[in-house]
């Protein structure tokens, strides 16, 4: 257990619709990173969010957006979605945020599975 | 932009022999270099990595051993377990792509009893 927590564990949808997906990082960390993993895309990078400021962003949607909350934990809404959309979203966070030089360890919580039909 | 070319994309070992996988990048400001383990619909766990100030780094069984002049990484498995079965995905972090970890394409490494 890597001490991140993902709710909701499965979710299955329609599409056109909306829904959101929380994080709770591990306790003490201040940045909360969102990857998709697909079949076809493999692991991709999202977003990052560091002690409730964004701090990166990937090749993110516009359909598509995160914030940090003031107690640290996260949220990635997904809107519009696509047959495409369906993919398992994981969440990891770390101590400190990053730099130029320096990447702290991520540690991934158990990800959501995503089904959109 | 990042880039990390990951091979093979398949291994299959015997128990007890050693299983090597590698990647390699093309952004030479890359400072960061984890290997994590994926079972089937789990969560990507860490469980080795390496900085570029350090050119090996081992832990029991697994060691990494870092080339920045030729800009690739190697994860090293040694006596292989039928449970070190998965998928091993490497990835890079650092320079003006800091923060985020580009992963490779993952390596599906099957060990037989």
């Known amino acids: 257990d890597s001490g991140v927590t993902q709710t909701p564990k499965h979710l299955i949808t329609a599409t056109g619709q909306r829904v959101t997906l929380r994080c709770s990082p591990r306790?003490?960390?201040?940045?909360v990173y969102w990857y998709q993993q697909s079949l076809d895309q493999g692991l991709q990078f999202l977003i990052q969010?560091?002690?409730?400021?964004?701090?990166a962003k990937g090749n993110i949607l516009e359909r598509f957006s995160a914030q940090q909350f003031p107690d640290l934990h996260s949220e990635l809404n997904l809107s519009s979605l696509e047959l495409g959309d369906s993919a398992l979203y994981f969440c990891?966070?770390?101590?400190?945020?990053?730099?130029?030089?320096?990447?702290?360890?991520?540690?991934f919580g158990p990800g959501t599975r995503l089904t959109v039909l | 932009g990042e880039n990390v070319e990951q091979h093979p994309s398949t291994l299959s070992v015997q128990e007890g022999d050693s299983a090597v996988i590698k990647c390699t990048y093309s952004?030479?400001?890359?400072?960061?270099f984890p290997w994590y383990k994926q079972e089937l619909g789990k969560r990507p766990q860490l469980i080795i990595d390496?900085?570029?100030?350090?050119g090996e780094k081992k832990d029991q069984r697994i060691a990494v051993t870092l080339n920045k002049t030729a800009k690739h990484f190697s994860l090293h498995i040694t006596e292989t377990q039928p449970e070190d079965s998965a998928v091993y995905f490497c990835?890079?972090?650092?320079?003006?792509?800091?923060?985020?970890?580009?992963f490779g394409q993952g390596t599906i490494l099957t060990v037989h009893p």
């Open positions: 952004d030479s400001a890359s400072n960061y």
């Open positions: 969010y560091y002690n409730g400021e964004e701090r």
């Open positions: 390496i900085r570029s100030n350090v």
């Open positions: 990835a890079i972090a650092g320079g003006t792509s800091y923060g985020k970890l580009t």
């Open positions: 990891a966070s770390s101590a400190q945020a990053a730099s130029s030089t320096y990447t702290d360890t991520q540690y």
């Open positions: 306790s003490g960390d201040l940045s």
